[in-house]
């Protein structure tokens, strides 16, 4: 059993995808930014696109560099879990779990930016695929699961709002871990193969 699982080199081309379009977006501005991001009155009138691109939209740069230090962060810890094809479909089910849950449960939520919801999904995924492969995924796992639990009572974790330049929907982080729950449940069920 490894003490880590650290992904090889090639492997990083999933989460360069992730941070070139998410910087694509920031550079691109506020046209961007209103056109992306998870808004409950556009995705009303058919702009669906935003469950999947509202993750790619920042509050600012401070926002997206805290996220993007979340992607290394996790990438380092269980990125050899999946292959780049399993990462991405990780990726779509966790953005599609968080988004739905925002809409479905928090009706009074607008809008919404930001990768943290999905990183919840692809840190548990990640943690679930390495289980008898890296000696922390379970305290890995018992980590997040505290820190779900504690954002669930207390709200969001000590100074990430004045981080990140804005408010924090920590719900969001829950509805992103049931949707990295669910990808790895289906990746495991499924007959899906990289090629």
């Known amino acids: 059993m490894r003490n880590s699982l650290l ?3 090639r492997s990083a081309i999933f ?5 070139v379009l998410s910087l694509t977006v ?3 501005g506020e046209g961007a930014l209103a056109a992306l991001r998870y808004e409950r009155d556009a995705m009303a ?3 669906i696109w935003r469950v999947i691109t509202a993750h790619f939209t ?3 740069w401070s926002h997206l560099g805290l996220n993007l230090a979340g992607l290394v962060l996790i990438w380092l810890l269980v990125g050899a879990a999946f292959s780049f094809m399993r990462w991405g479909v990780v990726f779509v089910v966790a953005a599609l779990g968080t988004s739905a849950g925002l809409w479905w449960l928090e009706p009074q939520l607008h809008w919404y930016v930001g990768l943290s919801g999905v990183l919840h999904g692809l840190l548990i ?3 679930l695929a390495s289980l008898g492969t890296y000696k922390d995924a379970p305290l890995l796992l018992g980590l997040v699961v505290v820190k779900l639990v504690w954002e669930q009572w207390m709200g969001p974790m000590p100074g990430s709002e004045a981080a990140a330049g804005g408010p924090v929907v920590v719900a969001s982080h829950t509805y992103g871990a049931v949707g990295g729950l669910v ?5 495991r069920v499924s007959r899906f193969r990289d090629g």
């Open 125 to 127: 995924a990640g943690a």
């Open 7 to 9: 992904p090889p080199l």
């Open 45 to 47: 009138t058919g702009e």
């Open 58 to 60: 920042h509050l600012g």
């Open 15 to 19: 989460p360069v995808a992730i941070a």
């Open 26 to 28: 920031a550079v691109a």
């Open 183 to 187: 990808a790895w449940l289906l990746l």
